[in-house]
C-alpha cells in the first residue's frame, strides 16, 4: 500500500542519510516497528555492524519474507562486504518479484560479475535490459563494458564505455574509444 511505501521510504532515507549513531537513538532496539527495524538494520549496516544489520533485516523477511526491498538489503549488505556469492541469490530473487526495475537488473548484472566464474552472457542480458531502461545511467554501461571486454567483443565494449563516459559528461573519453 501507499502508507506501507512511504513508511519504508521514510525508513530507508533516515536510515541512509542521518548519521547512524542519531538512527540507532531515534529508533530504540525495543521498537519492533517496520520503520525502525529497516532504519536500524541500515544504520548498522552503515556502522559496519554486519551481524546487526543481517538480524535486523531476518526479522523483517520473517514478516515478509518476499519483500523485494527487504530482500534487496539483505543482497546489499552482502555485496557491500564482499559477500558476492551469498549476495547474488538475493539480487536474482529480486529482479524475478521486480521484473521491470532497470537499477536492481544493473546491481544483479554486477553481482553476476563479482562472481568467480562469472556468467558473462547472463550479466550482459541483465545490463542489457538496465541500460535499455535507464540509459542515462554510466555504472550500467561500465559494467556492460566490462561483460563484453571479458567476452573479447571489443567493438561493444568501446560503445558500452563510450557511453559511459558520454553519461559522465567526459566527451574526450568517449572519442578516445571510437
Do not use: C
Request: glycine share 4%.
Amino acid at each position: 500500500t501507499l502508507n506501507n511505501m512511504q513508511v519504508r521510504m521514510r525508513a530507508k532515507l533516515l536510515g541512509f542519510i542521518q548519521k547512524p549513531e542519531v538512527t540507532l537513538l531515534q529508533f530504540d532496539k525495543k521498537d519492533r516497528s517496520l520503520t525502525a527495524r529497516y532504519a536500524r538494520a541500515i544504520a548498522y549496516h552503515t556502522l559496519s555492524r554486519t551481524a546487526d544489520a543481517l538480524s535486523e533485516i531476518d526479522s523483517l523477511l520473517k514478516d515478509s519474507p518476499n519483500d523485494p526491498y527487504y530482500l534487496e538489503l539483505k543482497g546489499q549488505v552482502f555485496s557491500e562486504t564482499g559477500r558476492h556469492s551469498e549476495a547474488l541469490p538475493f539480487y536474482k530473487k529480486v529482479v524475478k518479484l521486480l521484473p521491470e526495475n532497470a537499477l536492481l537488473r544493473a546491481e544483479y548484472g554486477r553481482e553476476i560479475l563479482a562472481q568467480d566464474m562469472p556468467d558473462y552472457n547472463a550479466a550482459m542480458k541483465a545490463l542489457r535490459f538496465s541500460t535499455s531502461r535507464e540509459p542515462q545511467n554510466p555504472t550500467s554501461w561500465q559494467l556492460l563494458g566490462q561483460a563484453y571486454s571479458a567476452l573479447n567483443q571489443k567493438g561493444q565494449a568501446a560503445l558500452a564505455y563510450a557511453e559511459t563516459a558520454l553519461y559522465k559528461n567526459k566527451p574526450q573519453e568517449a572519442i578516445q574509444q571510437t
